[in-house]
């Protein structure tokens, strides 16, 4: 029983601990701050386990047709993704440097994603990361989904096709 009463008593002080750190402002919430090690595993995993529950929309029969995926990379272009991701042959603007996290290599992520968590990701965006709603930003599922056939397409697209793909591509405002 005394060994239970230690375990609660330490949990309390610990709580505490916690809640002096967070809530009395010594944990720094500026962008150039790098996150403790044990902010970035939690977020991480949260993160991860919250796409993959909640990534359940199925794909179109045509998500991997070349004509979807080239309207994907026309939508890619033209709602700015290229701005914070890049694109073969489009360095992101210096901005996106100043996010926190990064915003990722997409040629480097997309093949751990399904799809539809790719879909998921850009529908409904990531708190805490930079990374906006579409939905809310008035895009369409449809134009959603021809995002993501762009996106898991990718890391084999080409600079001259991505370049063709986009040409007179306008950035909505």
Known sequence: MRFLAT???????FGIGCAVFFFGGYYSVAGTAEDPAAVTWALT?????????????????SFGDNTLVQAGARAYASNGCA??????GVMWLKFSEGLHPDPPDLKK?????????????IKNGINMTGMPSFELAGVKDDEIWSIAAFVK?????????YKSWTAGAEPKQ
């Open 7 to 13: 375990i609660g008593a330490l949990a309390i002080v």
């Open 153 to 161: 397409k990718l890391p084999t697209v080409s600079e001259a096709d």
């Open 83 to 88: 701005n914070c991701h890049g694109a073969p």
């Open 109 to 121: 992520v997309v093949g751990d994603l399904s799809p539809a968590e790719v879909f998921w990701i």
């Open 45 to 61: 995993k949260v993160r991860t386990a919250s796409v993959n529950r909640h990534a359940t929309d199925s794909p179109p029969a």
